[in-house]
């Protein structure tokens, strides 16, 4: 039978493993970390998967998700904005969602192996990944390991050998001054921090910042002090709420550079093939997407009569494109009103004055619902 194996169980390694395994394919997912764990995320998940989920059995409703219909932004001065959101979306934590998917995934026959993937080479007509602890043969492999792995260096790709900016932290609060229905933006120097509701009452805050903001003030909290608190709306989140985690979650070096979907024979899927900028809310969804894509793409070249490699790569790498580049490139784009203050200003001043202009930005960086 032929083997898929998935490297990273993020939303794209484990949905498309649970779908290949549905399938009837031999599915191996490696993951380095432990569930249920945190990792760095906004956690507000686009509505445009909600039809997906439910058809697959893997919307999370059992597991409370919170409701989202309305979008705050705020400019550095504090000057604040608010539109309805299009699609709208739930709040979740990936320590939930991952979990219960992580479940799903045992249930539907995937094998997990806990470990690291090191390197992955084609030799002949299969490939072998090298983990921690042995070598897998199979015939297809998807490349699920996020934003930035030891991987991308050991694959040689092109955008690891450049310096990325931007440093990322997540917080779970607990913080009874926003509201539920609501995910809001706050901008501060060279950067923005977003507060959601998630599940048990907790809400989270994640903040993208340029590391120069870090460096500066030498520790997380001064710089939380002295620079995130310049938004009056940030400094009354971080005096008066009540912060659950002993320490922040951090990521450093998180790159929107582009990448390409197919790379040394690996299928790309989710942040491997391409980073949107947090600040769309899409990352999940496109995740999740990707994560359809991928399977769906495999399961009919290797379950068809002849099995042709370069058709696989060539379909996957045209879809993949003509659903996602577009939205990655218009989130770079928007990226670029955040971070100064004057621009900052300026963003608030477009949702306030010209919503028409404000609702063609967001739609240009989501799909639309999909099953
Ligand atoms: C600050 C910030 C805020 C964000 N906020 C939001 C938001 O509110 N909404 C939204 O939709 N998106 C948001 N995103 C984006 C979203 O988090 C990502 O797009 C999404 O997690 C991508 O999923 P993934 O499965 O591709 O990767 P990940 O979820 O990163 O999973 C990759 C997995 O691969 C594993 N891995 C890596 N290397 C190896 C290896 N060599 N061997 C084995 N395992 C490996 C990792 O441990 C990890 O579990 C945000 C991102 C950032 C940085």
């Known amino acids: 039978m032929s083997q898929v194996i998935i490297i990273g169980g993020g939303l794209a390694g484990l949905v498309s493993s649970i779908l290949l395994s549905r399938n009837g394919l031999a599915t191996v997912l490696i993951e380095k970390k432990k569930y249920p764990f945190h990792r760095v995320c906004g956690e507000y998940i686009s509505n445009e998967v909600v039809p997906f989920m439910k058809h697959h059995g893997l919307y999370p409703d059992t597991a409370d998700p919170i409701r989202i219909s309305k979008f705050t932004l705020t400019a550095v001065n504090g000057r604040e904005a608010h539109l309805p959101l299009d699609l709208g979306g739930f709040g979740i934590s990936r320590y939930r969602l991952d979990h219960f998917l992580f479940r799903k995934a045992t249930a539907s026959g995937v094998q997990f192996l806990n470990t690291t993937v090191n390197s992955v080479s084609l030799e002949g007509d299969r490939f072998r990944v090298a983990t921690d602890h042995e070598t897998l043969e199979g015939d297809v492999v998807i490349g699920a390991f996020g934003k930035r792995s030891k991987l991308d260096k050991a694959l040689d790709r092109s955008f690891i050998k450049r310096r990325s900016p931007y440093i990322g932290v997540k917080y779970h609060i607990e913080y009874n001054r ?25 809400y989270n805050l994640c903040y993208l910042s340029e590391r120069t903001n870090l460096k500066d003030h030498g520790q997380i909290p001064k710089m939380e002090e002295q620079v995130l608190s310049r938004n009056p709306w940030l400094e009354d989140i971080f005096s008066s709420a009540r912060f659950l985690f002993d320490k922040p979650e951090v990521i450093n070096e998180i790159s929107f550079e582009t990448k390409r979907p197919v790379e040394h024979n690996i299928l790309m899927c989710g942040d491997a093939a391409g980073m949107i900028t947090p600040l769309c809310g899409n990352g999940m969804a496109i995740a999740i997407h990707s994560a359809k894509l991928a399977a769906e793409t495999v399961t009919r070249h290797l379950k068809g009569a002849s099995f042709s490699r370069d058709a696989l790569e060539m379909e996957y790498a045209a879809q993949w ?4 580049k577009t939205r990655l490139w218009a989130g770079r784009q928007i990226q670029q009103l ?30 639309k619902p999909f099953r």
């Open 321 to 324: 494109n003509a659903m996602f």
């Open 338 to 367: 955040f971070g100064a203050a004057w621009l900052s200003n300026a963003a608030v001043g477009i949702c306030r004055n010209i919503s028409p202009l404000a609702n063609y930005l967001m739609k240009k960086t989501h799909g």
């Open 178 to 202: 926003h509201p539920d229905d609501t995910v809001a933006l706050h901008n501060f120097p060279e950067g923005y921090c977003g507060i959601s509701r998630i599940e048990e009452g907790r």
